[in-house]
Nanobody, 122 residues
Framework: QVHLVESGGGLVQPGGSLRLSCAPSDNNFNIYAMRWYRRVPGKQRDLVATLTIGGSTNFTDSVKGRFTISTDNAKNTLYLQMSSLKPEDTAVYYC????????????????WGQGTQVTVSS
């Protein structure tokens, strides 16, 4: 069964950068819309960034100008590029995506990655 595979988290100093990646485990599926969330222990999950089916992106105010979403069609992978990181960006980040099944031509909704820890600390 297809799932999303995340990678790219880690420890970074304030002001540094990280790039998170998210890709379907099966190359017969393409991401056509996605969301990035983050969760701090003890707090609710927050929506950080959105890529719509039309290709537009939206970001929560706290990350605007610092985070971007990019795609690599050859690798069937989407990225959350994070720069000028702050300690308050520390969280577990999750990708959530809707997929296009190229075998059946169906759209399939609401798949989640396993989460990746981002820690911003000196």
């Amino acid at each position: 069964q297809v799932h999303l595979v995340e990678s790219g988290g880690g420890l970074v100093q304030p002001g540094g950068s990280l790039r998170l990646s998210c890709a379907p485990s099966d190359n017969n599926f393409n991401i056509y819309a996605m969301r990035w969330y983050r969760r701090v222990p003890g707090k609710q999950r927050d929506l950080v960034a959105t890529l719509t089916i039309g290709g537009s992106t939206n970001f929560t105010d706290s990350v605007k100008g610092r985070f971007t979403i990019s795609t690599d069609n050859a690798k069937n992978t989407l990225y959350l590029q994070m720069s000028s990181l702050k300690p308050e960006d520390t969280a577990v980040y999750y990708c959530n995506a809707d997929l296009y099944d190229r075998n059946t031509y169906y759209l399939k909704y609401d798949y989640w990655g396993q989460g990746t820890q981002v820690t911003v600390s000196s």
